[in-house]
C-alpha cells in the first residue's frame, strides 16, 4: 500500500460544483502540503499544515479551502469549481520542515 | 523569489548513454531537492542537498552553492529512466519550495 494516498485518482466536474480531494498517510509525519501541477509550470503550493491545529495558505489558495481532520488526514476542497482549476493535484507530507517530501500519486480534476 | 531554470526542457537518448540534467537559481538557498515524475503522474524524491554530491545507484546529483547550479546525471541510462525530472529550491522550508518546470527525458532502446 502506497504511504501516502490520494483519492479519487481521476475527477471530472462541473463548473459551480462543490468538490473534495482526500489525503491520507500511513508515515506518521506531521507536516502535509497540497500542491497544483499545470502543463509548462512549476508544482505551486496551495495549502499547508504543520499539525493538526496548523494550516496555512500558500502561493495559490484563493478558490480552495483545506481540512487536517486528523495527523493522517488532509483535505482540499473546491467550494466552487471553475475551469481553470483544472490541473493535477498532488498530497505531499514531510517529517521536518527541511526534508524530503513524499508524494501521492495525484488527482486529475477537470472541471467543464 | 527564488527563479529555477531547467535545461535541457526535453531530452532524448539511447539507452546507455550518460545523461546531464541542470539546475540554476538565482537567490541562495538551503536546500535542493531532485524529484522524478513517471508518466501516470507520481512524484518521487531522489535526492535532497545543500553541497557537495550524492549517489544512489546510477543517479548522481551535484551542487556548486557560490554558482547556484546543481547537476542530476544518469549514468549507463535506461528506458525505465524516461520520465520528468524536477528540480526544486528551498528557501529554508519545504513551504518557501520553488520548482523548476521539469525536464522531460525520453530513454530509447
Known amino acids: 500500500d502506497a504511504d501516502v494516498t490520494q483519492t479519487p485518482r481521476n475527477r471530472i466536474t462541473k463548473t459551480g460544483k462543490r468538490i473534495m480531494l482526500e489525503c491520507s498517510q500511513t508515515?506518521?509525519?506531521?507536516?502535509m502540503y497540497w500542491y497544483r501541477q499545470d502543463p509548462g509550470l512549476g508544482l505551486r503550493l496551495i495549502y499547508y499544515?504543520?499539525?493538526?491545529?496548523?494550516?496555512n495558505k500558500g502561493e495559490i489558495s484563493d478558490g480552495y479551502s483545506v481540512s487536517r481532520q486528523a495527523q493522517a488526514k488532509f483535505s482540499l476542497s473546491l467550494e466552487s469549481a471553475i475551469p481553470n482549476q483544472t490541473a493535477l493535484y498532488f498530497c505531499a507530507t514531510s517529517d521536518l520542515n527541511n526534508s524530503p517530501l513524499h508524494f501521492g500519486n495525484g488527482t486529475r480534476l477537470t472541471v467543464t | 523569489k527564488n527563479e529555477v531554470e531547467q535545461s535541457p526542457q526535453n531530452l532524448t537518448a539511447q539507452e546507455g548513454e550518460f545523461i546531464t540534467i541542470n539546475c540554476s537559481y538565482s537567490?541562495?538557498?538551503?536546500?535542493l531537492h531532485w524529484l522524478q515524475q513517471h508518466p501516470g503522474g507520481g512524484i518521487v524524491s531522489l535526492f535532497m542537498l545543500s553541497s557537495g554530491k550524492k549517489k544512489h545507484g546510477r543517479l548522481i546529483a551535484t551542487i556548486n552553492i557560490q554558482e547556484k547550479h546543481s547537476s542530476l546525471h544518469i549514468t549507463a541510462s535506461h528506458p525505465r529512466d524516461s520520465a520528468v525530472y524536477i528540480c526544486a529550491v528551498s528557501g529554508g522550508s519545504n513551504y518557501k519550495l520553488t520548482f523548476g518546470k521539469g525536464t522531460l527525458l525520453t530513454v530509447n532502446p
Open positions: 499544515s504543520f499539525d493538526v491545529k496548523d494550516i
Open positions: 537567490v541562495g538557498i538551503s536546500a
Open positions: 508515515k506518521g509525519h506531521d507536516r
